[in-house]
């Protein structure tokens, strides 16, 4: 099974609206953190906000924020207000405890347009 | 993280090391492939010289860490399949510290 998975390859957002840009991960794991990263055109990879297991708080950060439901195993990133710099692929990504957490695991990634 | 070199082409058989370094005394260094649709799987990892481990995608490669601020990457004898962009990235501990990367190297086998 997939550790992390975005089912959103692609999507349009108008500027000044919000996106959300779905992640969902599967772990049995208690203690993990969830990641989200952009990448710009030009290829480098942005960290943009992390979100513990045991966080009670969604995180944020400036126009990001997490929608972070335990339950459900989804870490969903919301970006608001949207900006034509915030077209970029975007990546949701797992960091397990235990042995595994020596890396983090990616999902496809989501590519997002901004429309002006 | 600096990572060397931008572009490579190189023929079927041949090899190559991709180049990675970094300025921040951290202790973790990966290397991961981007692929279309894939995301990014992890190859390698390491921490300090001490520990290589292997990822995800091992087969084809093999890494040495011979200076903490060096990771490198070592395609033996390239194969189509080893097209890819191959990011390095850094970390100095776990738990909630967040990987730093490198710009990537784009390899194309033919």
């Known amino acids: 099974a997939q550790k992390i998975t975005q089912t959103q390859p692609g999507m349009f957002v108008q500027e000044k609206e919000a996106v959300t840009l779905d992640c969902t991960y599967d772990?049995?794991?208690?203690?993990?953190?969830l990641f989200w990263y952009k990448q710009p055109s030009s290829g480098e990879m942005i960290f943009l906000i992390y979100q513990g297991s045991y966080d009670e708080q969604n995180a944020t950060e400036g126009r990001y924020s997490l929608n972070f439901q335990k339950a459900r195993k989804s870490a969903n990133l919301v970006i608001s207000a949207s900006q034509l710099g915030d077209s970029a692929m975007y990546f949701c990504?797992?960091?397990?405890?235990?042995?595994?957490?020596?890396?983090?695991?990616f999902g496809g990634g989501t590519r997002v347009l901004v429309k002006p | 993280v600096t990572q060397t070199p931008k572009f490579r082409v190189l023929k079927t058989g041949q090899s190559m090391t991709l180049l990675c370094a970094q300025d921040m005394n951290h202790e973790y260094m990966y290397w991961y492939r981007q692929d279309p649709g894939l995301g990014l799987r992890l190859i390698y990892f390491s921490y300090d010289v001490k520990m290589k481990e292997k990822g995800d995608i091992p087969e084809g490669y093999s890494v040495s860490r011979e200076k903490k601020e060096r990771f490198s990457l070592i395609l033996e004898s390239a194969s189509t399949n080893q097209t890819s962009m191959y990011l390095c990235?850094?970390?100095?501990?776990?738990?909630?510290?967040?990987?730093?990367f490198g710009n990537g190297t784009r390899l194309t086998v033919t």
């Open positions: 772990t049995s794991d208690q203690s993990y953190g």
């Open positions: 990235a850094s970390s100095p501990r776990l738990g909630d510290s967040p990987l730093h």
């Open positions: 990504a797992m960091r397990e405890g235990g042995a595994a957490g020596n890396k983090l695991t």
